[in-house]
């Protein structure tokens, strides 16, 4: 990874549980701001059951109809994030940093990279070893088995970031059996409860994931 020399401020907003257009629109917003000379920020937060579709996804790896997931509370939207198809929920810790890039020095794939580091580090503070899957964006068990993390990212033309990453604290793993998560096959999905088998103050993995975060990008975090 390229070495960050400069220390930047960074917003941390923590938006509680929110519905994903609502968040989506709060990115927007905040890009848009960056992009005018505003600030840097990492949005903390939750959805509500949601199986969002990204620019390269293919409709059939959402395996109910659209009537089937109302039904069950879920909301279906399509996402101009990259990948394929993603579940969203509660007992999720989902990071949206809406960054700069050029300033940082980072390009696109040293970013997700540094996104991939974040959670691994936080993981590892929990006893849980993981690493990256060659070809297979996203944080995995140390075999490869099953993700535990998935991240999609947009990056504008102006290289400013948009959408992130979705940690799988404690979330309802048969939520995940709606879609073929991030289109994948042959691959399970877990969670740091599944594999640590007891429960987790969400606030404290929070809490590593935002002292990992301002270690690896360099940044000092400002929460509101």
């Not at 701001?33 to 939750?46: H, V």
């Not at 849980?128 to 297979?136: E, P, S, T, Y």
Request: net charge neutral.
């Amino acid at each position: 990874m390229t070495i960050i020399t400069t220390t930047r401020s960074v917003r941390l907003m923590r938006l509680g549980r929110i519905a994903y257009q609502a968040a989506w629109q709060r990115q927007r917003e905040l890009a848009a701001a960056r992009s005018g000379g505003g600030s840097d920020c990492l949005l903390l937060l939750e959805h509500p059951p949601t199986i969002t579709l990204g620019n390269k996804a293919d409709p059939a790896h959402v395996l109910f109809p659209a009537e089937d997931l109302a039904r069950r509370g879920v909301e279906v939207v399509q996402s101009d994030r990259g990948g394929d198809v993603t579940y969203h929920g509660p007992g999720q810790i989902v990071g949206y940093p809406i960054l700069k890039l050029g300033p940082l020095g980072l390009g696109a794939v040293d970013y997700v990279r540094r996104l991939e580091a974040v959670i691994m580090h936080t993981l590892a503070d929990f006893g849980i070893a993981a690493d990256r899957v060659a070809g297979l964006p996203g944080v995995w068990t140390a075999d490869g088995s099953a993700k535990i993390c998935a991240i999609g990212v947009k990056l504008s033309a102006g290289g400013i970031s948009t959408h992130g990453f979705a940690l799988n604290v404690a979330p309802n793993l048969a939520d995940f059996d709606l879609i073929v998560p991030c289109g994948i096959s042959g691959r399970a999905v877990t969670s740091m409860t599944q594999l640590l088998g007891r429960s987790l103050d969400r606030d404290a993995v929070a809490a590593r994931l935002i002292a990992h975060f301002a270690a690896i990008f360099a940044v000092v975090l400002e929460t509101e």
